[in-house]
């Protein structure tokens, strides 16, 4: 019995391995032409073993790119479309950059932070207070889905205050909005519910008792 560990290894699984083999005994044959006829051929079996790729418009260009990987990069035949060097696959891809950048309050996030530095750049006016405004509400919300507990309206001026460098500020005496508990009001109605239907249930078998 022959056991995958002991086979080549597949370069591209989905195709399976009989298509691998197809593709080594065309690579094989001498003649360009036959060689060119039975490419063809594999192509448009790849084709129906690939249908994603039928969306793309450039589906049959990277089905010949597939048997040109899966060939080793030795496959030589007459074919509309020219195999990228050996390189342009092996090629690692560049490194992306991980963010540096601290957040300091990590429940309001970089975005916030970037809002912020939005509104530091805007002209002084009501439009900058009220937007102000608006960002510690905001801010309020998150901290909330944080923290059960509904933060004091100073905790979160505060914070606005300390991620603008001093250069943001609410009104004097300035009343964010209250941030109901979600899960309570859920908890709540879910047991008013469970008290209704064991209600209704006593009432209705006080009537049978009567009758």
């Known amino acids: 019995m ?25 690579v094989a044959i001498e003649d360009r032409a036959e060689r ?4 063809l051929a594999i192509v448009k079996v790849m084709g129906q073993l690939n249908p994603q790729l039928r969306e793309s418009t450039d589906n049959n260009e990277k089905l010949w790119d597939h048997m040109y990987i ?4 030795k496959l030589d ?14 090629r690692k891809p560049k490194r992306i950059a991980y963010p540096s950048n601290r957040i300091k309050y990590k429940h309001y996030g970089r975005n916030v932070e970037r809002f912020i ?33 509904n933060a004091a309206d100073e905790v979160i001026i505060e914070n606005l205050k300390d991620m603008s460098k ?3 500020s609410v009104p004097d005496n300035t009343r964010l909005a209250f941030i109901p508990d979600t899960n309570r009001n859920r908890q709540n109605s879910g047991s008013k519910g469970r ?9 209705h078998g006080h009537k049978r008792k009567n009758r």
């Open 2 to 26: 022959e056991y995958n560990t002991s086979r080549t290894k597949l370069v591209i699984p989905e195709y399976g391995r009989n298509i691998q083999k197809l593709i080594d005994h065309c």
């Open 36 to 39: 060119t006829k039975m490419a």
């Open 70 to 73: 899966i060939s080793n990069f």
């Open 77 to 90: 035949v007459d074919v509309p479309y020219s195999f990228p060097a050996k390189e342009h696959f092996l």
């Open 117 to 149: 530095e939005g509104l530091i750049k805007m002209e002084d006016g009501e439009n900058k207070e009220k937007s102000t405004v608006e960002m510690a509400n905001f801010m309020k919300s998150l901290y909330k889905t944080w923290n059960k507990d």
């Open 166 to 168: 001093g250069e943001l």
């Open 195 to 203: 008290r209704n239907r064991k209600g209704k249930s006593r009432s």
